[in-house]
């Protein structure tokens, strides 16, 4: 089980504000993942990202399953449908510094 470098108990969406302006990684619904720059997000997690790269398995003829990314400069992406979001370790370091 992975345990966080950090012990402390505050809400975790604080987390993010030391990600803002850093690249993250967000995984949606559906097994769709973004990655971008974190501009800013509010407090029911929707999320707007710049520079976004998006990622996914597009099927093929055959039955297999081919990546397929796709570049959008801003895109948002609603709360409710994000099941994680993969923040910037060494802005993580920075702030327990």
């Known amino acids: 089980m992975y345990m966080s470098r950090s012990r402390s108990t505050k809400n975790p969406i604080e987390k993010l504000y030391y990600s803002l302006k850093k690249p993250v990684v967000v995984r949606v ?36 399953y081919e990546p397929v990314s796709e570049e959008f400069d801003r895109l948002i992406l609603r709360g409710d449908n994000i099941v994680f979001v993969a923040l910037d370790d060494e802005a993580m370091e920075e702030k327990e510094k």
């Open 29 to 64: 619904k559906r097994n769709r993942m973004f990655k971008g720059i974190l501009r800013s997000y509010d407090p029911h997690l929707n999320i707007l990202l710049e520079d976004v790269t998006y990622i996914y398995n597009e099927r093929q003829d055959d039955g297999t």
